[in-house]
């Protein structure tokens, strides 16, 4: 190899060096997978190759308008709202899953004699109660219920069992059992309600223990009252806090969000209007939207060069006979003779296009596109004129153009 191809090799590598992306050129893809096939680990810019297209001026801007958020004052980003854990006082325990205890047949017939027995099943239960057993109360009970299943007192009893046994839950379905069938059994309350601050259901053994105590005040009853109520005060203090907090954070939310519909409302309303004035000031000729065609020589005395854009077509041929029924309130007949010859070197004959072009009431009329298509339409074809004669806003516009066309009179 000459020295000359050496010293090419040498700087063709240390370009390599300086700037990888000249190997994500596919023409060097060859250079690439053999440098690969060595071992070589080359960087991310080595593989992905960067194209560069030229946008226009008006490409980029529209481009960088796209890009631009509307500027919205944030707050910064509110940290989650997690609650706390609650420091509450008293003893639990773990719900019972035992299967649900018999329950009595409501639809039995209760006689007198089974009132009689269902008492003397009571009886023996709370002989067994006051002896510590538990079980067995509760199997005199049970056939108490089953002896007189409308009996509220059998199922409040055999519920203050369940609560002693420490089976909450079984205490609850005979306590909600007791209350089916008397909604003021005081003793139904008080064993529901502590049954329920057995399991930590704070706010409800509040609630039922506060409706025992007016049925039917005991000593017991005050006495859980003082456990579950600071504990039920605390939960209620908790979630008004947290609701507070959540419902503070909604309304910032909700307000952020009302601004920032604001000021892209406000940000697509500037775009537009930045839009049609960039396509106003494109358009060609001096006066908005132009007359396209032009008049060959301008108008005479007017603005030097003519007026670029000009009237359509210069309207070839004039207008023979002049504008067919003239306007209403402007010139009968129409204007005899018409435009003759599409006016070289200007318009021949007595008009003076400086009074059209300082008359204030005609140039503000020239900038409305509705206006300026009605006239662009007229000259056109004269015979369209008829048309136009109903509309409130060209009609008026044509008339003074044609009494500036006539002349001193």
């Given at each position: 190899?000459?020295?000359?191809?050496?010293?090419?090799?040498?700087?063709?590598?240390?370009?390599?060096?300086?700037?990888?992306?000249?190997?994500?050129?596919?023409?060097?893809?060859?250079?690439?997978?053999?440098?690969?096939?060595?071992?070589?680990?080359?960087?991310?810019?080595?593989?992905?190759?960067?194209?560069?297209?030229?946008?226009?001026?008006?490409?980029?801007?529209?481009?960088?308008?796209?890009?631009?958020?509307?500027?919205?004052?944030?707050?910064?980003?509110?940290?989650?709202?997690?609650?706390?854990?609650?420091?509450?006082?008293?003893?639990?325990?773990?719900?019972?899953?035992?299967?649900?205890?018999?329950?009595?047949?409501?639809?039995?017939?209760?006689?007198?004699?089974?009132?009689?027995?269902?008492?003397?099943?009571?009886?023996?239960?709370?002989?067994?109660?006051?002896?510590?057993?538990?079980?067995?109360?509760?199997?005199?009970?049970?056939?108490?219920?089953s002896l007189n299943?409308?009996?509220?007192?059998?199922?409040?009893?055999?519920?203050?069992?369940?609560?002693?046994?420490?089976?909450?839950?079984?205490?609850?379905?005979?306590?909600?059992?007791?209350?089916?069938?008397?909604?003021?059994?005081?003793?139904?309350?008080?064993?529901?309600?502590?049954?329920?601050?057995?399991?930590?259901?704070?706010?409800?053994?509040?609630?039922?223990?506060?409706?025992?105590?007016k049925l039917d005040?005991?000593?017991?009853?005050?006495?859980?009252?003082?456990?579950?109520?600071?504990?039920?005060?605390?939960?209620?203090?908790?979630?008004?806090?947290?609701?507070?907090?959540?419902?503070?954070?909604?309304?910032?939310?909700?307000?952020?969000?009302?601004?920032?519909?604001?000021?892209?409302?406000?940000?697509?309303?500037?775009?537009?209007?930045?839009?049609?004035?960039?396509?106003?000031?494109?358009?060609?000729?001096?006066?908005?939207?132009?007359?396209?065609?032009?008049?060959p020589g301008g108008?005479?005395?007017?603005?030097?060069?003519?007026?670029?854009?000009?009237?359509?077509?210069?309207?070839?041929?004039?207008?023979?006979?002049?504008?067919?029924?003239?306007?209403?309130?402007?010139?009968?007949?129409?204007?005899?003779?018409?435009?003759?010859?599409?006016?070289?070197?200007?318009?021949?004959?007595?008009?003076?296009?400086?009074?059209?072009?300082?008359?204030?009431?005609?140039?503000?009329?020239?900038?409305?596109?509705?206006?300026?298509?009605?006239?662009?339409?007229?000259?056109?074809?004269?015979?369209?004129?008829?048309?136009?004669?109903?509309?409130?806003?060209?009609?008026?516009?044509?008339?003074?153009?044609?009494?500036?066309?006539?002349?001193?009179?």
């Amino acid at each position: 190899m000459d020295a000359t191809t050496v010293e090419e090799l040498k700087q063709f590598i240390e370009q390599c060096k300086s700037s990888p992306s000249i190997l994500a050129d596919p023409s060097l893809f060859f250079f690439r997978d053999y440098l690969e096939s060595l071992g070589a680990k080359l960087p991310a810019s080595a593989r992905k190759k960067s194209y560069v297209v030229e946008e226009s001026d008006e490409e980029m801007e529209e481009k960088e308008e796209s890009q631009v958020e509307p500027q919205v004052e944030e707050e910064e980003e509110e940290e989650e709202i997690i609650e706390s854990d609650l420091e509450l006082e008293g003893d639990t325990v773990d719900p019972d899953n035992d299967p649900p205890q018999k329950m009595g047949d409501p639809s039995v017939e209760v006689t007198d004699e089974c009132r009689d027995a269902s008492q003397e099943a009571k009886a023996k239960a709370m002989e067994a109660l006051s002896q510590g057993k538990l079980e067995e109360a509760i199997e005199h009970l049970t056939e108490a219920i089953s002896l007189n299943p409308t009996s509220a007192i059998m199922y409040a009893t055999r519920a203050t069992v369940y609560i002693k046994m420490k089976k909450p839950n079984a205490a609850i379905r005979d306590a909600n059992a007791a209350l089916e069938i008397n909604p003021d059994s005081a003793k139904g309350y008080k064993s529901r309600g502590m049954a329920q601050a057995m399991l930590g259901q704070w706010e409800d053994a509040a609630k039922d223990l506060h409706l025992a105590s007016k049925l039917d005040y005991d000593e017991e009853i005050s006495a859980v009252l003082k456990k579950v109520e600071p504990n039920a005060h605390r939960i209620e203090e908790h979630r008004r806090k947290y609701e507070r907090l959540h419902k503070e954070r909604g309304d910032r939310k909700a307000e952020r969000e009302r601004q920032r519909r604001r000021a892209k409302a406000q940000a697509d309303y500037e775009k537009a209007k930045k839009q049609e004035q960039s396509s106003s000031s494109r358009k060609p000729g001096g006066m908005p939207g132009g007359f396209p065609g032009g008049m060959p020589g301008g108008f005479p005395g007017a603005m030097p060069g003519g007026m670029p854009g000009g009237f359509p077509g210069a309207m070839p041929g004039g207008m023979p006979g002049g504008f067919p029924g003239a306007m209403p309130g402007g010139m009968p007949g129409g204007m005899p003779g018409g435009f003759p010859g599409a006016m070289p070197g200007g318009m021949p004959g007595n008009v003076d296009f400086s009074k059209i072009l300082n008359d204030p009431e005609l140039m503000a009329a020239f900038s409305d596109p509705e206006i300026m298509a009605a006239l662009q339409d007229v000259m056109k074809n004269p015979a369209n004129l008829a048309k136009h004669q109903a509309n409130p806003k060209v009609a008026p516009t044509i008339a003074k153009m044609m009494g500036k066309f006539a002349g001193p009179q």
